[in-house]
């Protein structure tokens, strides 16, 4: 559509203006863009839906796949609940006595 419009307005103006090669060129595609911006914002507007779903549907299978992953790596019979409340444990005692990392010991 945007292509159409862009050689309606080149058209035009080579038939009723004096403007020729360059300067139509850039005349044109000012106009017919000023043009497209209003009379396909309706179109741009589903288009743009559209492109959204498409990538949305994409982002939800892999967040799936990403999911069932982290299930397939439990280990037998434990549950993802049960495997975050085990992570938060481990990661709250990483150093003891005191100790910070870099420190030397005596």
Same mark, same amino acid.
């Given at each position: +559509? @945007? =292509? +159409?419009?862009? *050689?309606?307005?080149? =058209? =035009?103006?080579? *038939? !009723?203006? $004096? *403007? @020729?090669? !360059?300067?139509?060129?850039? +005349?044109? =595609? /000012? ?8 009379? /396909?914002? @309706?179109?741009?507007?589903? +288009? ?14 892999? %967040?799936? &796949?990403? @999911?069932? #992953? %982290?299930? %397939?790596? *439990? $280990? #037998?019979?434990?549950?993802? &609940?049960?495997? #975050? ?6 990661? &709250?005692?990483? /150093?003891?006595?005191?100790?910070? $990392?870099? &420190? $030397?010991?005596?």
């Amino acid at each position: +559509m @945007r =292509l +159409m419009v862009f *050689l309606a307005v080149w =058209l =035009l103006l080579q *038939l !009723l203006t $004096p *403007l @020729r090669g !360059l300067w139509a060129l850039v +005349m044109a =595609l /000012l106009v017919s863009g000023a043009i497209s911006f209003f009379l /396909l914002n @309706r179109q741009r507007d589903a +288009m743009s839906g559209v492109v959204a779903g498409f990538f949305g549907r994409i982002n939800d299978r892999i %967040d799936a &796949s990403a @999911r069932a #992953e %982290d299930f %397939d790596d *439990l $280990p #037998e019979g434990q549950t993802q &609940s049960e495997r #975050e409340a085990g992570d938060q444990d481990q990661g &709250s005692g990483g /150093l003891q006595g005191g100790d910070q $990392p870099g &420190s $030397p010991r005596a």
